[in-house]
């Protein structure tokens, strides 16, 4: 009988420092862009993080790809863009400041 192995994902350290530093900056950079007042380090990378997720995403959805830094800070800066703009219309608490 064969046994069947499944590698559901390849965690190493370097792969959790580089997605951290990927979300430490989009969200640093999504929460500029859109006026806030930043969420702190941690509150910027979980930004960047599930923004990575939600801007991989829509890319997917229009058939391309994220490969290299830069091209994953983008898709992330997008994604975190979306997200706080979702955040805002749900809590109804968009801030305008002129």
């Known amino acids: 009988m064969a046994v069947a192995n499944f590698i559901l994902a390849d ?3 370097t792969g959790v420092i580089w997605w ?3 979300g430490l900056i989009a969200g640093a950079l999504a929460s ?3 006026r806030g007042g930043g969420y702190g380090i ?4 979980v930004v960047g993080l599930i ?7 829509l890319v ?3 058939g391309l790809g994220a490969t290299g830094f ?3 800070i983008v898709v992330a800066f997008i994604g975190a863009c979306v997200l706080i703009a979702i955040l805002r219309m749900v809590s109804g608490s968009a801030r305008r400041r002129i």
């Open 11 to 13: 965690i190493n350290l």
């Open 51 to 57: 923004g990575a997720l939600i801007g991989g995403f």
């Open 20 to 22: 951290l530093l990927v």
């Open 60 to 62: 997917s959805l229009i």
């Open 32 to 34: 500029l862009v859109m």
């Open 70 to 72: 830069w091209t994953e």
């Open 42 to 45: 941690l509150g910027d990378i």
